[in-house]
């Protein structure tokens, strides 16, 4: 029953044009992000800025985080990409960017250095960076 509401959800998405947010692998990262096991100094090769999810599935905060960051992919669809990593299946990458409390997100804007915060911020706050820090809206 619930595979069928996740596949339900999936094809409703794609029918109504929404973008959705995507499982962040270890490998994924390497590939799309950054290849830390080869580059030392960090330099971003995704498309666009992007935005990711350090959570677990039992943490309260997490939860209250997720369906912000589902709806902020589809306002912000096809400028920044989000995705979610889940620190207790990719031990990694949780290693690599020293993730000791969740929720904690990454936010990477196209040039520059990554963002690490800490805690559940209001999506307003979240929106702040994204367009600021990510989009460069508001900055001379």
Same mark, same amino acid.
């Given at each position: 029953m619930k595979k069928s509401l996740v596949l339900f959800a999936a094809v409703?998405?794609?029918?109504?044009?929404?973008?959705?947010?995507?499982?962040?692998?270890?490998e994924m990262f390497k590939k799309n992000i950054f290849d830390y096991t080869v580059e030392k100094e960090w330099? =971003?090769? #995704? @498309?666009?800025p992007c935005v990711i999810d350090f959570y677990t599935t039992w943490c309260g905060p997490?939860?209250?985080?997720?369906?912000?960051?589902?709806?902020?992919?589809?306002? =912000?669809? #096809? @400028?920044?990409?989000?995705?979610?990593?889940?620190?207790e299946k990719e031990r990694e990458l949780a290693y690599v960017f020293?993730?000791?409390?969740?929720?904690?997100v990454l936010y990477i804007p196209k040039t520059g250095k990554p963002i690490l915060l800490k805690g559940l911020y209001p999506k307003e706050e979240i929106v702040k960076i994204i367009d600021e820090?990510?989009?460069?809206?508001?900055k001379k």
């Open positions: 409703m998405m794609a029918m109504t044009g929404m973008a959705e947010v995507t499982y962040m692998t270890t330099k =971003y090769t #995704g @498309k666009k997490c939860k209250r985080l997720a369906p912000i960051m589902d709806e902020l992919s589809n306002t =912000y669809k #096809g @400028k920044v990409v989000f995705y979610k990593a889940d620190t020293q993730i000791s409390s969740i929720p904690q820090q990510l989009l460069g809206k508001g």
